[in-house]
């Protein structure tokens, strides 16, 4: 099983963008088959559910990057140097993000374990991140997540419910540089995406936000050095509401995941095309 998906298409006109998506994997890694209390719907909970098809524009981006491994076991963003038994919400998680116990008490992963894991599904991962972001003719990274209709239990604010979709760059409220953090992309670009966004989603045009309640996390900070990186998180009330998802199954509605799948590609495909006109007449996005 491959730990990783990486598409790249020669011969078609594609938007010159990297998508990555590394929290949709449901997958427990065959090191750990029997080393965890969690059960599927806990698995399903603790990523970014059916991102990998909300996201799944790999015929039409330059570059798609996904992985099939559950972020309840191995965390793609979050930093090397976060590792157990220090950092609970690390790369290897000791906890869910619902507070419930990842292993069984005499099967919690030996330090021979963890950097196993470390090596074949992190690394492998950020590796082709590293590489890609020094690729010709891209204009930009977009890491793509979902968020909890309200912050979790561990946030700051629990219970505080969240926009409809936030888009982060490590700034302000609208992009811009923001006491000493460094972007990870310049302010016009994350707007432009923003304004393009609420067309296409112009009923929840309002609840389209930059920097809050995420500034970016590991991985767009990390890759952003030599290629600007944009972190879009989805509220999961657009397709895991009453009316749009089996609780039993955990299955979704696949017309609404196809619908915002759509949009969201609309969306993408007027941000390059925007961009691409400001840039031929020399002018900045407002």
Known sequence: MSSITMCNESGMTRLPIIISVPHGGETIAPELADHTLLSRKDIFSDGD???????DFRKEVLYYIETPIARAVVDLNRP???????????????????????????????????????????L???????????????????????????????????????????????????????????????????????????REFPEAADDIVLNDPFLGGFIVRHHSHHLPWIQLE???????????????????CTTRITDLRNRLLAALKSFVGRHQHIMANGRAVA
């Not at 559910?49 to 996201?55: E, G, I, N, V």
């Not at 590792?83 to 998680?93: L, S, T, V």
């Not at 020094?134 to 561990?154: E, K």
């Not at 302000?172 to 992309?185: D, N, P, Y």
């Open 80 to 122: 090397p140097n976060s590792m157990p038994p220090k950092h609970r919400d690390g790369i290897i998680k000791s906890h869910t993000v619902t507070g419930k116990r990842v292993y069984r008490p005499n099967r919690v992963p030996t330090s021979r374990i963890v950097r196993l894991l470390f090596n074949k599904y992190y």
């Open 124 to 198: 492998p991962f950020h590796q082709r991140l590293h590489a890609l972001s020094r690729q010709p003719g891209v204009l930009c990274g977009i890491d793509c997540h979902t968020m909890l209709d309200r912050a979790p239990v561990i946030s700051r604010h629990p219970g505080r419910r969240r926009p409809f979709i936030c888009l982060s760059n490590r700034g302000g409220r609208r992009g811009e540089k923001f006491r000493r953090r460094r972007l990870t992309c310049p302010p016009p670009l994350i707007r432009n995406l923003a304004e393009c966004l609420r």
């Open 49 to 55: 559910p059916l991102t990998r098809s909300l996201y």
């Open 234 to 252: 989805l509220n999961r009330r657009a397709y895991l509401g009453e009316c749009s998802f089996d609780r039993t199954d955990l299955t979704a």
